[in-house]
C-alpha cells in the first residue's frame, strides 16, 4: 500500500549525507565514545534502556550538524564534541518519551523500549539522558550554548504538549501542525546547528545563518517523515508506514485531504481519526484519499519550499567542502521519498 511521490526526474543522481559523515568521522568516532560512557550507570536498566535505542542505528544527524558548523569556522577544541553528545541525548530522550506519549511498538525497525522495559522504565531513562545532556552542556563552560539548548529543550516540551493537545481532532489547522513540528522537531535541528558557531566564536550573522538552516532543515525532514508514512517503504522510515494513521496522528496530508474531501470524506476521517476506525481497510481508503487530493505532492512541494530556504541561509557563507556537505543534506531529507 502506498503511493511513492518522484520529484524533480531531472537530478542525475540520489543526494547522499555520506560528504557530511566523511566530514565529521572522526569527531563523531569521539562523540559516539562519550555517548557510550555517559549512558553508563550503575543502575543497570538505564544502559540497558539507553543503549538498546542509542545502537538501533540512526544516522547521527543532528550531533553531526553541531560537528560540521564548528568545524566549518576553523573550531581546534573539544567543545563541539560535548555538545553533539548533548544534542544526541535530548534526541534520544525525545524519541522515549515519544514512545511512550504515541504508544508505539517500533523505532527504527526495532521493539521500542516501553514495550521491552515498560513506560515507566522508558520515561525515567529518558529523563537519566537529558540530565547527562545537561551535565556536558556545563561542562562546556558556554553560556550562551546552554542558553540555546536548554531553551530547545523547553520548546520541544511544549510542543509533546501542543501535539498531545491537538491529537485525534480534525479541526486542527495547517498553522496549528507547522506550530508542533517546528517545536517538535526543528527546534532541536537549529540548536544543534547553532551551538556549533557559537563554540567557534563566529559572527552573530553566521550564528543567525546556522539556526535558519537548521530550522528550516528540521521543518522539511518532519513534513518528508509525514508524507513517506503515507507514500514510503518501512525501511526508510524507521517505523511502519501507516503508523501515524493508525495512532490519529494529525499530520499534514491528512489535514490537506480533510479539507479538500468532500462531506463523506469528512466524515470518514473523523470516524478514523477520532473515533479510532483505522483498521487496515480504513488505511487503504486513507491513502486512496490523500492520493486523489493530492495531499503528498502538495506536503512534498512544502518540504522544498523550507528546503530553499534552509539553502538560502547557507548562501552567505564562504564556500568549503562544509559548506557543500551541508546543502547536500537538504537534498537527501527531502530525497527520502524518491
Known amino acids: 500500500m502506498g503511493v511513492v511521490i518522484p520529484l524533480d526526474e531531472s537530478k542525475n543522481k540520489q543526494a547522499s549525507i555520506k560528504p557530511l559523515v566523511d566530514l565529521t568521522r572522526a569527531d563523531m568516532e569521539r562523540v559516539n565514545q562519550l555517548?557510550?560512557?555517559?549512558?553508563?550507570?550503575?543502575?543497570?536498566?538505564?544502559?540497558?534502556?539507553?543503549?538498546?535505542?542509542?545502537?538501533?542505528?540512526g544516522k547521527r544527524l543532528r550531533p553531526m550538524l553541531t560537528i560540521a558548523t564548528a568545524n566549518m569556522f576553523g573550531y581546534k577544541g573539544d567543545a563541539q564534541v560535548k555538545l553533539?553528545?548533548?544534542?544526541?541525548?535530548?534526541?534520544?530522550?525525545?524519541?522515549?518519551?515519544?514512545?511512550?506519549?504515541?504508544?508505539?511498538?517500533l523505532r527504527r525497525g526495532r521493539k521500542t523500549a516501553r514495550i521491552l522495559w515498560g513506560n515507566q522504565a522508558s520515561v525515567l531513562v529518558g529523563d537519566f539522558l537529558l540530565g547527562q545532556a545537561f551535565r556536558m552542556m556545563v561542562e562546556v563552560g558556554s553560556l550562551e550554548a546552554?542558553?540555546?539548548?536548554?531553551?530547545?529543550?523547553?520548546?520541544?516540551?511544549?510542543?509533546?504538549?501542543?501535539?498531545?493537545?491537538?491529537?485525534?481532532?480534525?479541526?486542527?489547522t495547517e498553522d496549528d501542525y507547522l506550530q508542533v513540528i517546528r517545536a517538535k522537531t526543528a527546534a532541536l535541528f537549529a540548536a544543534?546547528?547553532?551551538?556549533?558557531?557559537?563554540?567557534?566564536?563566529?559572527?552573530?550573522?553566521?550564528?543567525?545563518?546556522?539556526?535558519?538552516?537548521?530550522?528550516?532543515?528540521?521543518?522539511?525532514?518532519?513534513?518528508?517523515?509525514?508524507?513517506?508514512?503515507?507514500?514510503?517503504?518501512?525501511?526508510?522510515?524507521?517505523?511502519?508506514?501507516?503508523?501515524?494513521?493508525?495512532?490519529?496522528?494529525?499530520?499534514?496530508?491528512?489535514?490537506?485531504?480533510?479539507?479538500?474531501?468532500?462531506?463523506?470524506?469528512?466524515?470518514?476521517?473523523r470516524e478514523a481519526i477520532e473515533g479510532g476506525k483505522n483498521d487496515d481497510a480504513g488505511l487503504e481508503r486513507a491513502y486512496g484519499l490523500i492520493t486523489k487530493y493530492g495531499a503528498l505532492t502538495d506536503t512534498i512541494a512544502r518540504a522544498n519550499h523550507y528546503g530553499t530556504i534552509a539553502r538560502d541561509a547557507l548562501a552567505a557563507l564562504p564556500a568549503s567542502p562544509w559548506k557543500s556537505a551541508l546543502m547536500e543534506v537538504i537534498d537527501f531529507c527531502i530525497d527520502r521519498v524518491n
Do not use: C
Open 192 to 269: 544543534a546547528a547553532e551551538v556549533g558557531p557559537i563554540v567557534a566564536g563566529t559572527s552573530k550573522a553566521d550564528r543567525a545563518a546556522l539556526k535558519s538552516y537548521g530550522m528550516n532543515l528540521g521543518l522539511a525532514f518532519q513534513l518528508v517523515d509525514d508524507a513517506l508514512d503515507y507514500g514510503g517503504k518501512a525501511a526508510d522510515l524507521g517505523k511502519n508506514t501507516g503508523d501515524d494513521f493508525r495512532e490519529g496522528k494529525i499530520t499534514l496530508p491528512v489535514i490537506l485531504a480533510w479539507r479538500r474531501g468532500n462531506e463523506e470524506d469528512r466524515r470518514f476521517w
Open 146 to 172: 546552554l542558553d540555546v539548548l536548554s531553551t530547545a529543550a523547553t520548546v520541544i516540551a511544549e510542543g509533546e504538549v501542543l501535539q498531545l493537545s491537538v491529537a485525534k481532532n480534525m479541526d486542527t
Open 35 to 57: 555517548i557510550l560512557a555517559k549512558a553508563g550507570s550503575d543502575v543497570q536498566m538505564i544502559p540497558e534502556v539507553a543503549n538498546h535505542l542509542i545502537s538501533s542505528g
Open 84 to 105: 553533539a553528545a548533548s544534542v544526541e541525548f535530548m534526541h534520544t530522550a525525545t524519541l522515549l518519551h515519544d514512545d511512550v506519549v504515541d504508544e508505539s511498538d
